[in-house]
């Protein structure tokens, strides 16, 4: 019998919450396996070439443990200001510096998604209001540390967009238009071989 399930190669429960409605929709479940690879990448690519080869990196990691017809979801996410890549900060210091950069303008985010060999990004732009006089108390949440440019719009620094142009779930972590008619169709496929 098939087993219905996507492996998710993500230790992000942002990643995890926003494929847990899709799953369901399909009849399958989700199981987390973390790549634990080195996400470290030549800064000089491009920011779409950044984010999906280190997608790619890490859906390949977890699909060489797994066989061959699990189904492997992976992502990266990158924020991009000035041509400067923001990664996650490293500490206080650089977290306050990348939300100082970002305070009244706009950058690009942009998610790599890997889906069972399948690679492509999507990018979105955000907008922030003045945030100069709040960096310090949001650092000080802990929200910042585990969040490409040091925010995550699903929670508090939500309060410091004011416009998103393009896909909020990219901003999040995982675009979900394209991913969701590979699941159909993948989930079409398991149902057939039952």
Not at 125 to 147: A, H, P, Q, R
Not at 164 to 178: A, E, F, M, R, Y
Request: overall charge negative.
């Amino acid at each position: 019998m098939h087993n219905k399930s996507i492996i998710l190669a993500s230790s992000s429960s942002r990643r995890l919450e926003l494929m847990q409605p899709l799953a369901r929709a399909q009849g399958m479940e989700i199981i987390v396996d973390v790549p634990g690879v080195d996400e470290s990448i030549e800064h000089d690519y491009p920011p779409h070439i950044v984010v999906e080869t280190l997608a790619q990196r890490k859906g390949q990691a977890v699909a060489a443990r797994h066989n061959d017809d699990a189904l492997i979801v992976a992502a990266d996410t990158i924020v991009v200001f000035n041509d400067e890549i923001f990664e996650k900060p490293r500490d206080k210091a650089h977290a306050h510096k990348m939300l100082s950069a970002l305070s009244g303008n706009t950058h690009t985010v942009y998610t790599g998604v890997y889906c069972n060999g399948q690679v492509w990004h999507e990018h979105a732009l955000v907008t922030f209001k003045d945030i100069m006089s709040l960096i310090d108390w949001y650092i000080d949440t802990g929200e910042s540390f585990d969040k490409a440019g040091g925010y995550g719009v699903q929670g508090l620094g939500g309060a410091f967009v004011e416009h998103i142009g393009g896909d909020v779930n990219c901003v999040i972590g995982l675009p979900l238009s394209k991913l969701e008619a590979i699941l159909s169709s993948y989930a079409d496929i398991a149902e057939s071989s039952l």
